[in-house]
């Protein structure tokens, strides 16, 4: 039927914003046609504005390196948002990129370490790998480089190092890097194509506010992903405004290690810093908090290692799992009079895991059961 066929007031197609889609009834069918499609092109317009305004924006916010990208990725993928071609060819080029990384300042750190090295082979490779500067366009590493990152990785001395990494100061060694060594002989190979886990794995500093938009059947959301070192943070405030949620991850695992930016600052207290400032700014009193506290398996393997009462000197209780993260907990919740209810033990690259808690989250955004103050 079209709308020759049918009578029509002109208070009948005033829509809300004041346009007025009033139509003659036309004796041309085909008029008729196009006046048809210009209102349907204005509803399905409108229909777009309602759906937007129904969107929940979610600021994912915490210090640098603490796991917020990794974050967006299982978002991403526990929602059925896949990674395109053009995205896969391009995180293989982080994912090399990560490596080398890694690789140099495990080189360099081990100088710093005082690790002996005697082996002539070991410092040819060492020296390669220190001077190599890698380019992107490449689709491949050369095979000698290639070799040289083999042979390094196999020596025990290398191994030393990257288990030592917290005390090489000004360098980052990449905590995830071990899964990429582990996994050369593939990752290097010139036909290589990164699995979403190898995706997930991969660290690229966020130097922008990157957004990511994900439907499901609870709804439409927004994720902005905010770089969060220090020289960034300025460029928070625009993104305060009409906040649904905001989900605040803190790396669990750097309460031994200090900041790239100033290796005066123990990571962990930058970041209690931080999170007190977000919880207590003014635009934010309505955005309600959700505190990951991420790299969970990271911090249980270095309290195996190393004192927590070493690097926070008020932590008075028996040296445990479940202790220390009640320990940081309070720290966490001395911050503020608001209410922290939602705290999630997370480990960034465990799907399961992040697909249970990230469907619970966004449920609990979505039917807006979190109270924003007490």
Not at 68 to 93: D, H
Not at 99 to 118: D, Q, R
Not at 204 to 227: H, M, P, Q, Y
């Amino acid at each position: 039927m079209y709308l020759e066929d049918i009578n029509v007031n002109e208070t009948d197609l005033i829509d809300g914003n004041g346009i007025n889609l009033t139509v003659e009834l036309e004796s041309s069918p085909k008029k008729a046609r196009e006046r048809n499609s210009t209102i349907e092109r204005q509803l399905r317009k409108e229909k777009r504005e309602a759906e937007m305004k129904d969107i929940k924006k979610v600021l994912i916010l915490g210090a640098g390196d603490s796991g917020k990208s990794t974050l967006v990725r299982q978002i991403r993928l526990t929602n059925a948002v896949p990674f395109t071609g053009e995205e896969k060819n391009f995180f293989k080029k982080v994912i090399w990129g990560n490596i080398l990384l890694s690789m140099k300042n495990l080189v360099i750190g081990s100088e710093f370490l005082g690790i002996n090295i005697n082996s002539w082979d070991f410092l040819n490779d060492a020296i390669l790998i220190k001077e190599y500067v890698y380019d992107k366009k490449l689709m491949k590493i050369e095979d000698e480089v290639c070799n040289a990152l083999r042979r390094l990785w196999d020596d025990p001395n290398i191994k030393v190092c990257f288990e030592r990494r917290n005390e090489i100061k000004n360098l980052h060694i990449q905590d995830t890097s071990v899964n990429y060594f582990n996994d050369l002989n593939r990752i290097l190979d010139c036909n290589y194509e990164p699995t979403d886990q190898d995706i997930v794995l991969s660290r690229r500093a966020t130097l922008n506010i990157t957004e990511t938009s994900v439907s499901i059947k609870l709804g439409n959301f927004k994720f902005f992903d905010v770089g969060g070192q220090k020289h960034l943070r300025n460029f928070w405030a625009p993104y305060f405004d009409e906040v649904n949620a905001i989900i605040f991850v803190a790396a669990l695992s750097s309460f031994n290690e200090v900041m790239e930016e100033d290796d005066s600052t123990n990571r962990m207290v930058d970041c209690i810093s931080l999170f007190k400032a977000i919880v207590n700014n003014p635009l934010l009193t309505k955005a309600p908090i959700i505190l990951f506290f991420n790299k969970n398996d990271l911090f249980k393997e270095k309290l195996k290692t190393y004192k927590l009462v070493n690097y926070f000197s008020d932590y008075k209780e028996q040296q445990t799992e479940k202790s220390a993260v009640s320990f940081f907990t309070n720290k966490f919740k001395e911050t503020t009079n608001r209410n922290l209810s939602h705290i999630h033990l997370t480990t960034g690259t465990d799907n399961k895991l992040m697909k249970k808690i990230i469907g619970s989250v966004l449920e609990i955004i979505m039917r807006g059961r979190i109270e924003a103050v007490l």
